[in-house]
C-alpha cells in the first residue's frame, strides 16, 4: 500500500505539471505516448525477496514490476478532468464526478478479482487479460481528447495558441489554496488512510493472511470516496445518530455475550463470537472515519477548474503520509510496544488533527484553540512515548517488526509466545518440566502420535516455523531438527526467551528464509518427518498448502516419510483444501482434531493437524485410532486444489 501511495503523488504530479497551461494537441500526444511507454515493462516478472531487508527489497520489486504501469494509470483522472473541463461538456460544471468515477471503478474490478477473476482464471490468464484491458485503456484515451477532430488532424498555425493548437487559449491560472486548506486536505486524506492500513493489519493478524480479506477495508475506502464525489452525494445530515447506530448495532450483540458468556444460538463459540464482533467494529469505525474525512475533502475541493490537479495532489500526498507513517513509523517507533490498538491510535490522532485544522476558524472563534492545542500536544508527546520508550510488564517482551507483533508472557507457570493474538509457543517456567510439550505439541496430541508410532524410524525431522521451537522436546540424541524460519528475529526470541533449542539433546539448525526457496536450495540428507506449521498470525500463508508445494516437500522427505501440517484456525476450514491436493497428487492423509479435556486445558490446546505420506500402511496405522480419519471424506467439487496459479478461500470460509 505504501508503493501505491508514494506512486500516486508522481502520477498526479505529472498531471498537474501537464495540464496546468490548459490541454493542447502537444501535450496531449505526450501523454499517450507515456501511456503507450509503460507497456514495455510488460510481462510483470517478480524479483527473489530479501528476508534480511524486506521493506527495500519489496519496494524495489513494486517499482520494477509495476511501477510504471501504475505510474501512467495514476495519472488519469487530474488529465482526463483537465480535458473535461476544456471540452465544453455538460458534465464539466462538476468534474469530480470522474474521481467517483474512478473509485467505482476500482471498487468493481476489486470485488470482481476475488469472486470472479480468482476463481476463474489462473495467474497466466490473468496477466494477459490485464494487459489486453491496459491496451484498451490507452486507446480509449483517443474518444476524450478534447477537440478531437481537430487534435487527430493537422492544424496550421494561427490565433488558437503559441503552440497553434486549434484549440482555445489556456486559461487563466486559478488563485492558488491557502497553506492551510492544503496542510487540511493531506491530513484529511492521511486519517482515513491511516484508518484502512489498521484495519488491514488487524484483519491479517487476527485472522488470515490471504488477499481477500484485505479486500473489505480497502473496498470501505473506496465507497467512501464515492459517495461524497459523485454527482448526488450521499451525505446524511445527522450523521451522529448513524454512528450511535452502527455502535448500538455492534454492541449490544457484545455485551450480551458478555454477560452471558455462553454459546449463542447458532453455535458460535465466546472466543468467535468476540471475535467477530471485533472485524464488526474494526470496519465500523473505519467507516465512520473515512466518511468524516472524505466527506470534508469532497466539500472542500477548489471549484476552478485549474485548481483540481493541486487538490489531487495534496489527497495523494495525505495517503502517502497514512501510509508512511503505518508501514514504517509504527514499527520502527514501535518495536518494543505491544498494545495492538497502537496502529488505530495513530490513525486517531491523524483524523483528530485533520478535524483540527479543518475547523481552526470555529476553534478561534470560540477561543478554544489554546486548550485544544495544549491538549493535543499532550496526546502527541504521550503516543511518542509509548511508541520510544514504552514496555511491556515485567517478566515480559515485545517486538514489533515488519513480520507483526511479537510478546513473550509468564502467566501462571508458563511462559508464553504470542504473534497478534494467537498462541505460538509454550513452556514450563520450572527447569525440570522446561522440555515438556505443551500446547499444540502435547503428548497427547497428533505430534505425540506420530512419535509414538513412528519415533524410531525419524531420525531427522524438518520444520517449517520455529516459534519458540517447542518441537525440539521431541528431539533425541542423534537426531537432526531443521527449521526453516522466514522471520530473524524469532530465532532471536526462541533463543533468548525460551530454552528449547538449547536443552534439547539433537542438533539444532535454523535456516533463515523463505521455506520453500530455501528447501529448494538444501543439499544433503532428506527429513523422515516434516512438520508444516508457519503462521502469520493465525494463518498458515497459502503458498506453504498448493500442489507445488506438497511436490517439492515430497522431495524433501524420505521414502514413506511423513509430512505433518497443521491447518488450526478459527475462520477457514483447510480439510477440503488438504483433501483435493493430496488426492490430486495421490497421496494419503488423515487428519485429526485434538481436543483437550477441560482439566488438560491449561497444558494441551485444541488444534487440527494433516498426516500426509506417500506410503497407505503409514497412513492406515494412525487411521486404526478413531480420532484420526480419512480425510478423503472431506473432498468436495466446490474447492478445487491450490496451486501456484490458484487460491480461493471463498469456499472454506466459515463463521
Not at 120 to 140: E, G, N, T
Request: with cysteine.
Amino acid at each position: 500500500m505504501m508503493f501505491f501511495q508514494a506512486l500516486l503523488p508522481a502520477g498526479y504530479l505529472y498531471a498537474h505539471l501537464a495540464t496546468k497551461r490548459g490541454p493542447s494537441r502537444r501535450r496531449a500526444w505526450v501523454h499517450l505516448a507515456v501511456l503507450a511507454a509503460a507497456a514495455a515493462s510488460f510481462p510483470i516478472r517478480a524479483v527473489p525477496p530479501d528476508i534480511a531487508h524486506p521493506i527495500l527489497r519489496l519496494l524495489a520489486v513494486l517499482t520494477l514490476s509495476v511501477g510504471a504501469p501504475f505510474f501512467a494509470l495514476s495519472s488519469t483522472v487530474p488529465t482526463l478532468q483537465a480535458w473535461l473541463a476544456a471540452s465544453g461538456r455538460p458534465e464539466r460544471e462538476n468534474p469530480y464526478v470522474l474521481y467517483a468515477a474512478s473509485n467505482a471503478g476500482a471498487l468493481a474490478g476489486l470485488l470482481a478479482y476475488p469472486f470472479v477473476i480468482e476463481r476463474l482464471l489462473p495467474l497466466h490468464a490473468q496477466l494477459w487479460v490485464w494487459q489486453a484491458c491496459y491496451a484498451v485503456f490507452v486507446l480509449s484515451h483517443l474518444l476524450c481528447l478534447p477537440g478531437a477532430d481537430v487534435l487527430l488532424s493537422p492544424v496550421p498555425e494561427g490565433p488558437g495558441g503559441p503552440e497553434g493548437t486549434g484549440v482555445r487559449p489556456a486559461p487563466p491560472a486559478p488563485p492558488a489554496p491557502s497553506p492551510r486548506q492544503v496542510l487540511s486536505w493531506v491530513i484529511l486524506s492521511a486519517g482515513p488512510c491511516a484508518a484502512m492500513l489498521a484495519s488491514t493489519h488487524f484483519l491479517t493478524s487476527s485472522l488470515a493472511a490471504v488477499p481477500l480479506l484485505w479486500v473489505a477495508p480497502l473496498g470501505i475506502y473506496l465507497a467512501t470516496f464515492i459517495v461524497n464525489f459523485k454527482s448526488r452525494p450521499w451525505r446524511p445530515e445527522n450523521f451522529g445518530c448513524a454512528v450511535v447506530l452502527v455502535a448500538a448495532i455492534t454492541l449490544g450483540p457484545l455485551a450480551a455475550v458478555l454477560v452471558g458468556q455462553r454459546v449463542l444460538a447458532n453455535g458460535m463459540s465466546f472466543i468467535s463470537v468476540v471475535g467477530a464482533l471485533g472485524v464488526v467494529l474494526n470496519f465500523a469505525a473505519l467507516f465512520v472515519v473515512a466518511m468524516i474525512c472524505h466527506r470534508s475533502l469532497a466539500e472542500s475541493r477548489p471549484a476552478e477548474d485549474g485548481g483540481a490537479s493541486v487538490f489531487y495532489l495534496a489527497v495523494s500526498a495525505g495517503g502517502l503520509l497514512g501510509g508512511v507513517l503505518l508501514g514504517l513509523f509504527v514499527p520502527v517507533l514501535g518495536r518494543h510496544v505491544g498494545w495492538v490498538g497502537l496502529d488505530w491510535m495513530v490513525a486517531g490522532l491523524l483524523s483528530l488533527g485533520a478535524l483540527f485544522v479543518r475547523d481552526w476558524d470555529l476553534w478561534r472563534a470560540r477561543n478554544v484553540v489554546r486548550p485544544l492545542t495544549v491538549a493535543t500536544g499532550f496526546v502527541l508527546v504521550l503516543a511518542v512515548l509509548i511508541m520510544a520508550r514504552g514496555r511491556p510488564d515485567p517478566g515480559s517482551y515485545v517486538l514489533r517488526n515488519f513480520y507483526g507483533v511479537y510478546r513473550v508472557e509468564e502467566a501462571g507457570p508458563f511462559r508464553r509466545l504470542m504473534h497478534g493474538n494467537t498462541l505460538h509457543g509454550l513452556q514450563f517456567l520450572d527447569p525440570a518440566k522446561a522440555l515438556q510439550p505443551l500446547s499444540y505439541y502435547h503428548r497427547l496430541g497428533p505430534v505425540g502420535d506420530i512419535y509414538r508410532l513412528f519415533g524410531a524410524r525419524i531420525k531427522d525431522l524438518g520444520a517449517v516455523g520455529l516459534g519458540a521451537g517447542a518441537v525440539a522436546c521431541y528431539g533425541r540424541p542423534g537426531e537432526a531438527i531443521t527449521f526453516y524460519e522466514l522471520d530473524p528475529d524469532v530465532e532471536t526470541i526462541a533463543r533468548e526467551r525460551f530454552s528449547f533449542l538449547d536443552r534439547t539433546p539433537a542438533a539444532v539448525r535454523v535456516v533463515i528464509g523463505d521455506a520453500r526457496l530455501s528447501m529448494e536450495a538444501a543439499k544433503g540428507p532428506t527429513h523422515d518427518l516434516l512438520i508444516i506449521d508457519a503462521f502469520n498470525g493465525g494463518a498458515i500463508p497459502t503458498h506453504l498448502l498448493t500442489k507445488e508445494a506438497f511436490a517439492l516437500y515430497l522431495r524433501r522427505t524420505s521414502p514413506g516419510g511423513i509430512i505433518l501440517v497443521h491447518i488450526s484456525n478459527r475462520f477457514l476450514d483447510l480439510r477440503p483444501v488438504l483433501a483435493a491436493v493430496t488426492l490430486d497428487l495421490g497421496l494419503h492423509a488423515a487428519v485429526r482434531h485434538a481436543k483437550p479435556t477441560r482439566e488438560q486445558a491449561p497444558e494441551f490446546y485444541m488444534s487440527r493437524w494433516v498426516a500426509v505420506s506417500q506410503d497407505a500402511d503409514t497412513v492406515r496405522r494412525l487411521e486404526e485410532d478413531p480420532e484420526w480419519r480419512d480425510i478423503s471424506q472431506w473432498r468436495t467439487r466446490l474447492v478445487k486444489a491450490w496451486t501456484d496459479r490458484y487460491t480461493s478461500i471463498l469456499p472454506i470460509l466459515r463463521f
